[in-house]
């Protein structure tokens, strides 16, 4: 049901604790409310009919299958934007996850002998962005996801040594033996620009343990032993779930910090806890890696924190009271995450809410992401890929930004809004990408 939305402040008690904030109390005309949600999913879904489109290209030279692209104002093919784009088409229709296949064997694909991949490949070969470039921990997520939809797993299997010497490439690469843990070779390479937690100084490249890319990590073993299984290869899926059991032990040890209810990043050579709570803090929420009791006080403390993570639109990529916290309209050098709103970081942050129980608030995450896709839609034909916090409107890229200055939008992972909105108000197509035991 759509509902208005009115702050005040309430208390809410967690093991025997209150937690002051400034909470959205969710309220329903009785009856009007439902049409009115069922409008806007409507509405929604009609808009992204005519956008969606955009996201596919056929093949084209380096790249020898059809691919998906953020669209607008880019046109490349990238690691977890085509994860993300791929995941939403196979979750509204079954069929569509041949995309999210070809993503795959077009990203395996282009694997050297080394295991490296770009993360973003176009038809005139890899792009080079920042050095070697490797793409994110993602590519055994979505061939888990396109062969549980297509009921296909024999596609996978003659890709299968470039995914496995993927996987022993970023080990070599990107973690830390010491720690268990994995890092980023700088804030660029982990898709969230120039995420504050994370540096791009040339001078301290593979600095930081970071809890997004040790949660990707350790999704993407766990995603190899279900497909290794699969595959019949009993021993390789032996060894892959241990990897996984073992970084998750690692980042529970290591970047959890209990007392405070929050996962942070580390320095990799003194340790020191980088004091900076931004969206990768809550990535392990969505994978359901706390307890009930941890995890309720690590959203109503922070997440939902209104001095922090909630905005009146959604949740922000920083947190308000930190001194870098901004929404700027930057897309170069980098896209910006000191603080605007990302939808595919706001579809983690629903799926950790659903888990735990947080429906009212998963409810009004999805009507007002949608909400607020609609009126930038309305307003500009098209979306913006990411969103000023406060004022809800739609920042990067701007026409002066677009090419030939004429706005050239976004599309990609913004149709994620569909999938939050449809499961809110039909329960069905609620995909939390979970990875399943087997």
Not at 12 to 37: E, K, Y
Not at 213 to 236: C, I, K, N, P, T
Not at 278 to 294: N, R, T, Y
Request: net charge neutral; hydrophobic share 40%.
């Amino acid at each position: 049901m759509m509902t208005s939305v009115v702050p005040r402040p309430i208390l809410r008690r967690v093991s025997g604790i209150a937690f002051p904030l400034l909470a959205f109390v969710c309220t329903a005309a009785n009856g009007i409310g439902q049409a009115s949600d069922k409008d806007l999913l409507a509405g929604l879904t009609s808009d992204f009919a005519r956008l969606a489109p955009q996201t596919i290209r056929p093949a084209k030279g380096y790249i020898q299958h059809p691919y998906l692209i953020p669209a607008g104002y880019y046109d490349q093919m990238w690691d977890w934007d085509g994860f993300f784009i791929g995941a939403h088409r196979a979750n509204q229709d079954p069929a569509q996850a041949t995309f999210l296949r070809d993503w795959v064997l077009s990203f395996a694909g282009s694997a050297d002998p080394d295991g490296y991949v770009a993360g973003c490949i176009t038809p005139s070969g890899p792009r080079p962005l920042f050095g070697k470039f490797a793409m994110k921990p993602f590519l055994a997520q979505g061939a888990l996801l396109a062969a549980q939809r297509l009921k296909d797993y024999e596609w996978i299997r003659p890709v299968w040594p470039q995914m496995r010497r993927i996987l022993d490439y970023r080990r070599k690469t990107q973690y830390d033996d010491r720690w268990g843990l994995w890092f980023w070779d700088n804030a660029m390479q982990s898709g969230a620009d120039n995420n504050a937690a994370l540096s791009n100084d040339p001078k301290d490249r593979s600095a930081i343990l970071a809890v997004d890319a040790s949660v990707w990590a350790m999704r993407e073993y766990r995603a190899m032993a279900v497909l290794a299984a699969r595959l019949g290869y009993a021993d390789q899926a032996t060894a892959y779930r241990a990897q996984a059991k073992a970084t998750k032990q690692a980042i529970l040890k290591n970047l959890w910090l209990k007392d405070e209810d929050l996962f942070l990043n580390r320095r990799r050579d003194d340790g020191k806890w980088i004091r900076v709570i931004s969206w990768s803090s809550f990535v392990p929420l969505a994978d359901g890696m706390l307890p009930q009791k941890d995890a309720e006080r690590m959203i109503l403390g922070h997440l939902m924190n209104t001095s922090e993570m909630q905005s009146p639109f959604g949740y922000r990529s920083l947190a308000k009271n930190d001194p870098a916290y901004n929404n700027q309209a930057i897309i170069d050098p980098y896209s910006n995450w000191q603080g605007p709103l990302w939808i595919n970081a706001n579809y983690l942050d629903w799926i950790a809410l659903r888990r735990y129980g947080f429906k009212e608030q998963s409810l009004w995450l999805a009507e007002r992401l949608a909400s607020m896709l609609r009126r930038d839609i309305a307003k500009w034909g098209s979306m913006h890929e990411d969103y000023d916090a406060e004022t809800g409107e739609g920042l990067a890229p701007t026409a002066a930004q677009s090419p030939g200055g004429k706005f050239a939008g976004f599309v990609g992972w913004n149709l994620l809004a569909q999938d939050m909105l449809e499961c809110e108000v039909t329960g069905q197509r609620c995909m939390d990408l979970e990875i399943p035991d087997k």
